[in-house]
């Protein structure tokens, strides 16, 4: 910045307000100053592959500053999209100068009715009178969500590691957590009714929750996707005790094939096959809470960031009538509408790409994140000896150290436990403490409470992986704050990996520096 010869502004923040001051942001945001670090494989951020975002060149064509523009005048802007393959079809739509212009409320009508053709097609909503809504992302609409919904004080149901930027948004307004316990399939059914049914009973002075956040697919952080069966059993406990459900679902296309091995799979597997046609879409996806919802209580939060690019800012609700009503006054006076260059680039994309092209480059999206899948499972069997897991884990695999899946003895003993994920983009590790000779010093040593030795090994851990330059994010940024039930293990912590962005080289360097982490740290080093 330039040497000003003014004074500095003075302190003024006494004005902000409270509930301002509390808002910490996004936790994510504090790992930026590792990935600077020179030789870091990060396997931390949750980011798309740029690659997989759909635009290969964009050109614009504006006045000179001195163009002569006649009040009264019509004067039309076009928009030209090409694709390549389809080098017949480029549209001349006259969709810029609508788009650019303000929109009472509901944004663009064609992009709206070309979202409601898909939502009706794809998720087949179960009640008569939903309604599409525009937004600007899931950030956005979980924002208005909260905003609609919940006051100050209010207790959320969440699952009980949860997506941080979500309950940094609420958290300010003093709301607070409700965790429901999860297992490698998500949230379990029978702890949010337990939770429920005892509510009066074990927190008579609190009012009872009425809305839960859930991330279905691919769940961030721990990689867990929700069957239809549990689906449907949450869905009625959220009947039986009235609660809303807003199912933030930004990873519901790369709901993923179950993993094989290499060699069950002819080798590893760098190409896209673009084997499954349009008609197997719904055979692959497990149906959405929106179809489940036959009395309008679900709000689905749909994003095209993770399969037409974050800086796209466009998403939508899937809501009911009285709800949308609600929504679109906060979008008039919050947001207006999302950015009149992404309504108009994505609706001229959707309409020459055709609903099946929209399909099928997702489904493209999909098998790419599938094969990433597949490098980082393989990796890791790889690195570590995988064992199946025995009925004390609630996962399907454990990892031991190389060589040591055979011994018999405490050495044998498990670094993680984790499953293959079957959706989005992340991996979740259970690490298990009790064996790990610095949390036992830790333990033992009279200042400390379990929870706090928990606390203190997985912060060392994990400055001992950076050092390492292998950057995962740990459990504590996923923890809801305001818990009303207490944490019951405190001798295992959780790593969540990303497979989205590295190349395969990059993660197995990464996954060796983890395993080299692990040996260190367990005193293994033989
Ligand atoms: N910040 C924001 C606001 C995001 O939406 C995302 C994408 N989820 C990220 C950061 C990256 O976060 P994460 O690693 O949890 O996906
Ligand atoms: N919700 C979840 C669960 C996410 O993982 C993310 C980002 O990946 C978002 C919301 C942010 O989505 P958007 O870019 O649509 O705001």
Known sequence: PLESQHPKAVDLSHHVNKVSSS??????????????????????????????????????????????IIPGETVTSSMNLSIPQYASETHQLNTLSRALQYYPGRSSPTLTALFYDFTARIMRPGYADWQILLNSGSTDGWSKVVNLLCEPGDYIIVEE???????????????????????????????????????????????KPHLLYTVPVGQNPTGSTLTFERKKAIYETCVKHDIIICEDDPYYFLQLPR?????????????????????????????????????????????????????????????????????VHATEVISQAPSGWSQAIIEELLVTWRPEGYIRWLLGVRENYGIRRDWICDII?????????????????????????????????????????????????????????KFRALRN???????????????????????????????????????????????????RMTFSYETREDMHIGIQRLAKAFEKNWEMEN
Request: overall charge negative.
């Open 23 to 68: 808002i910490r942001g996004s936790p994510l945001k504090h790992i930026f100053q590792y990935l600077r670090e020179p030789g870091m494989v990060s396997l931390a951020g949750g980011l798309p592959h740029p690659n997989l975002f759909p635009y290969q060149q964009l050109d614009l064509k504006v006045y000179a500053p001195d163009a002569k």
């Open 161 to 207: 590691h949860t997506f941080p930027s979500a309950h940094s948004l609420w958290a300010p307004m003093g709301c607070k957590g409700v965790p429901v316990k999860m297992d490698k399939d998500g949230m379990i059914p029978e702890d949010l009714e337990r939770i429920m049914d005892g509510w009066e009973q074990n927190h008579p002075e609190v009012k």
């Open 259 to 327: 993993y094989v091995s290499p060699s069950e799979r002819n080798g590893i597997n760098d190409t896209p096959q673009g084997a499954v046609s349009d008609a197997d879409l719904l055979k692959i996806l497990v149906p959405p809470f929106v179809h489940i919802d036959y009395q309008g209580r679900v709000i689905r939060l749909e994003t095209l960031s993770k399969t037409l690019g974050p800086g796209n800012r466009l998403g939508y609700f899937v809501c009911n009538a009285a709800f949308a009503e609600r929504l």
């Open 381 to 437: 069997r790889d690195v570590f000896d995988v064992l199946p897991a025995g009925n004390e884990y609630n996962d399907d695999f454990i990892a031991v150290k190389k060589g040591h899946g055979q011994l018999q003895d405490t050495k044998s003993a498990p670094f993680f436990s984790f499953t293959y994920p079957k959706g989005g983009m992340f991996l979740y590790i259970k690490l298990y403490l009790s064996q790990n000779p």
């Open 445 to 495: 040593a009279a200042e400390n409470q379990d929870e706090e030795a928990n606390e203190k090994w997985t912060r060392e851990f994990w400055k001992d992986l950076i050092q390492e330059k292998i950057l995962l994010t740990p459990h504590f940024f996923y923890t809801p704050p305001g818990n009303v039930e207490k944490k019951e293990e405190s001798d295992v912590a959780f790593f």
